[in-house]
């Protein structure tokens, strides 16, 4: 990646994390999926930084981690060529699916952050160049990073759109 990226600031200085970092929304591993989904809606965001009851950063949550959870592959409706009797039994077998089905989004939305967060949280520091930052997403194939101070705590978020925005 050439460093289109790094642009000025106001000073005159090539422009750092900490110029465009964000106050991060948080979850924490003890929530609900479905509090997750609400919390992604209300603030328009697609991932969050993960915080243990103690504030430390433990991973992150994407809306890929949540869809993963809820993805139900169900093979027996797959029918080819269906004899008669396939045909009587297909209405109540398909309603006996949508109500497994059902059951499993009900316990889906129950499954706790911890259990689906990615745990390997590929973190910035708050003077690290925006060029920097662009390479490391792009490197690793993510969407935010989240920022840390020298003690490893959480004072920002960086996402591609800040990273994009900051180019105007």
């Given at each position: 990646?050439?460093?289109?990226?790094?642009?000025?600031?106001?000073?005159?200085?090539?422009?750092?994390?900490?110029?465009?970092?964000?106050?991060?929304?948080?979850?924490?591993?003890?929530?609900?999926?479905?509090?997750?989904?609400?919390?992604?809606?209300k603030n328009k965001i697609s991932g969050a930084p993960v915080l243990n009851k103690d504030g430390k950063l433990v991973g992150i949550i994407?809306?890929?981690?949540?869809?993963k959870t809820i993805v139900t592959h169900n093979e027996d409706l797959n029918l080819i060529l269906?004899?008669?009797?396939?045909?009587?039994?297909?209405?109540l077998k398909t309603a006996l699916?949508?109500?497994?089905?059902?059951?499993?989004?009900?316990?889906?939305?129950?499954?706790?952050?911890?259990?689906?967060?990615?745990?390997?949280?590929?973190?910035?520091?708050?003077?690290?160049?925006?060029n920097d930052a662009a390479k490391l997403m792009v490197k690793n194939n993510i969407k935010r990073l989240p920022v840390v101070d020298d003690e490893g705590n959480l004072i920002g978020i960086v996402t591609r759109g800040d990273l994009i925005e900051a180019l105007i």
């Open positions: 990646m050439r460093t289109i990226l790094n642009k000025l600031n106001i000073n005159g200085e090539i422009m750092l994390i900490k110029d465009i970092m964000k106050k991060p929304i948080v979850v924490y591993e003890d929530n609900d999926l479905i509090d997750v989904i609400r919390l992604f809606r994407s809306e890929s981690d949540i869809v269906p004899s008669p009797l396939d045909l009587i039994e297909l209405p699916k949508i109500e497994e089905f059902m059951e499993d989004l009900k316990n889906a939305l129950k499954t706790k952050v911890r259990d689906v967060m990615t745990r390997k949280v590929i973190v910035a520091k708050p003077d690290m160049t925006i």
